[in-house]
Structure formats: C-alpha cells, structure tokens
C-alpha cells in the first residue's frame, strides 16, 4: 500500500490508527496462512499417505541431522569435560543414527496412521491430526513470545510426546462416542482369515493393523478395569496407545509452521 505524501513529495508518517489496523491485517493474514498451512499437510496426508509418509520421514530425518549434532556439542562438556573437543566424527555419528531413528519412527507411524480402506475413518484421523497440528504450532508461538523458546528445537524435542498423548486422547474419544466404530477380535479374525488376499496392500494391512490396535487398547481398559476404574484404566490406555507414536509426525509439522508464523511475525510486526 502506497503511503500518503505531503505537497512537497514527502512520505506523511504513519499515525497510531494506521499503524493499528496494519497490525490487525498483519495478524489475520498470519493467521490464515498458518490454517491454510496445517490443512495444506492435512490433506496432503489424507490424499496422498505415500507421498505424506516419505516427506515426513525426509524432514524428520533432515531436521533431527542438524538438531541432535547441535544437541550432543551442547551435551558432551556437562558428561565428559574436554572430550568434547576431539568428538567431533563421534557427536556426527551418534546424531546421524539419532536423527535417522525418528525418521523411520515418523515415517512408518505416518504411512499406517494415514493409510487405509476405510475413508470416513482415515478423514476423521486427519481431523484429529490437524487439530494436534494447530495445537502444536499455536503452543510453540506462545512459548517463543513468553519464553523465547526456539520453535524448531524445543517442537522437535519436547513436542512429541505431548502431541502424540494429545492425538491418542482424540482417537480415544472418537471410539467412545461411536464416531469410530471399534472391531471386535472375532471380527478382525474373520477378516484376516477369510478377507484379506494371500498378497494384501499396503492400504488392506493398515486397515487390519489399525483395528487390532484399537482392539489392544480395548483389551488394556478391560485388563486395569479389574484393578482400577474404568476412567483411570482408560487414560492409562490412552498413554499406553500406539497412537502416540503420531506425535512424531504432527511434532514435525507443528514446528515448522510455528517457525514459519514467528519469521512472519518478527518481520511483519
């Protein structure tokens, strides 16, 4: 937007109200751009789970190589003193075999959460992740305002296992409200016996995979319900989920667009 000027040609300086609602267009343009960004990965994910699972395997694995090599030169001095020094093909080593773990870990838990026959189940999984998505990039700005927290470190550190307890708690209340409908073992018997081809896909094993883990989990609150009751034995499930091995995914995503908002932020604002 042009600025105004005065009858010699001189830019006017911006007054308190323009300055105001340049702020607000800022911010809702910011803000649109992140929600556009989460459903951009949402739908990436639901549409194309090939595509999804080896993006997020690459970016989890490129992320983590610089993250946990930066990591280790911080960590060795408090355990080892001067070792640190001479670590250098150590400290690379360690945080290449590191960085490449959570990205087999990000990569597979993205191919069977997001891959499947059944699509009214696979879309409301995708709206539980982008909800975790959000939630992860909104936590990640406010604690970059509030403590200015590094959005790509501590999201790539501390971030997942918040994220995938948070994705378990929706699969959980999906199930609970019948949104979800849940397979009974019998069921899943029948299906592997009888249904599934001598050569499944990649879609067909997914499928049968998610069921036996909501199985599983059904069988653990049945397990702690002869010990506990049944609210403690299902939030012990709920951590107890393969589920929240999804929080290495949406911990990926969720600091990336938190990184994006805040770059935005400081050169917008």
Known sequence: MARARDEVGRPVPATWGDMVIFRILANAIIMAAELAAVIAVAALAFYHPFIFAAVTAALAFLFGLKLEVAR?????????????????????????????????????AALFTFSGTNTDRLFLVTVVFGICVYAGAALLRYLSIKSEALPMRWGYFRLAPLL?????????????????????????????IFELPERPSIEQVSEILFQVKQAFDQFVVTMLSQVVDEGAAR?????????????????????MISQGVRRAEETLL
Request: net charge positive.
């Open 164 to 192: 995938g307890l948070l994705f378990s708690i929706g699969m959980t209340l999906l199930a609970v409200t019948g949104l979800m409908p849940q397979s009974s073992v019998s069921d899943i018997g029948w299906k592997i």
């Open 72 to 108: 280790l030169r911080y960590e060795l001095p408090f355990y080892f003193g001067g070792l640190a020094r001479t670590a250098g093909l150590f400290t690379g080593i360690v945080g290449f075999v590191e960085a490449a773990f959570k990205g087999i870990v990000a990569g597979f």
């Open 235 to 255: 939030a012990i499930a709920v951590v107890l989920s393969v589920n929240v091995l999804s929080g290495f995914v949406s911990a990926v995503y969720a600091a």
